[in-house]
């Protein structure tokens, strides 16, 4: 399973960003699409995931309300729209694909990584 992540970029405070994952390979094998956070000197964080046959989405307290996972089976895509973005979020964002069935897999539980997307919100 491959994954390409896109859309990152820099926004002012208030603004949006939609990021985008698209999966190619065998990707009957994921179960959980997630997309992770990382600034300097934090953990990767879990920001939300979402059930790749059902819809059941996950959210960090942190983003609820201003984020929102989808998906797209028919392009393998996964988005995550973030909006009211704040400084605060600025950092690497990664997508990730599991194989395990809980949308609250911790990060060792994902078995297939994207390539990180930064994302930069100005004060």
């Known amino acids: 399973v491959q994954l390409q992540a896109s859309g990152g970029g820099l926004v002012q405070a208030g603004g949006s960003l939609r990021l985008s994952c698209t999966a190619s390979?065998?990707?009957?094998?994921?179960?959980?699409m997630g997309w992770f956070r990382q600034s300097p000197g934090k953990e990767r964080e879990l920001v939300a995931a979402?059930?790749?046959?059902?819809?059941?989405?996950y959210y960090v307290d942190s983003v609820k309300g201003r984020f929102a996972i989808t998906r797209d089976n028919a392009k393998n895509t996964v988005y995550l729209q973030m909006n009211s973005l704040l400084p605060e979020d600025t950092a690497l964002y990664y997508c990730?694909?599991?194989?395990?069935?809980?949308?609250?897999?911790?990060?060792?539980?994902?078995?297939?990584w994207g390539q990180g997307t930064q994302v930069t919100v100005s004060s």
């Open positions: 990730a694909g599991s194989r395990a069935l809980s949308l609250r897999a911790p990060v060792n539980e994902y078995d297939y």
């Open positions: 979402i059930s790749w046959s059902g819809g059941a989405t």
């Open positions: 390979g065998r990707t009957f094998r994921i179960n959980v």
